[in-house]
């Protein structure tokens, strides 16, 4: 069975940095698109940053110039560095990884960044 386990989160004051990892099993992981979500209460999911299997990235607009997604493809893992962080970051940070029509969540990860 696929599994994506994030970890990493956790309680920061407002200007610090995680650094969030996601360990796949199970997929050819250097094929897979992953991205980050994230997910505030009372809010809708949106997307924080994407990697593509070529390493290209995308990020939303919110978190341009303070976050960073990468991945490393011989240990199946990818990461988001959140540096200069912000009480608005605050949300349940998931995982996610896409081949054409084959997609899985991880169980998420809570951010809290205070001021």
């Known amino acids: 069975q696929v599994q994506l386990a994030e970890s990493g989160g956790g309680l920061v004051q407002a200007g610090g940095s995680l650094n969030l990892s996601c360990a796949a099993s199970?997929?050819?992981?250097?094929?897979?698109?992953l991205a980050w979500y994230r997910q505030a209460p009372g809010k809708q999911r949106e997307l924080v940053a994407g990697?593509?299997?070529?390493?290209?990235?995308n990020y939303a607009d919110s978190v341009k110039g303070r976050f960073t997604i990468s991945r490393d493809n011989a240990k199946n893992t990818a990461y988001l560095q959140m540096n200069s962080l912000k009480p608005e970051d605050t949300a349940v940070y998931y995982c996610y990884a896409e081949y054409f029509t084959r997609s899985y969540w991880g169980q998420g990860t809570q951010v809290t960044v205070s001021s």
């Open positions: 199970k997929i050819i992981f250097r094929i897979y698109k």
């Open positions: 990697i593509e299997s070529s390493a290209s990235t």
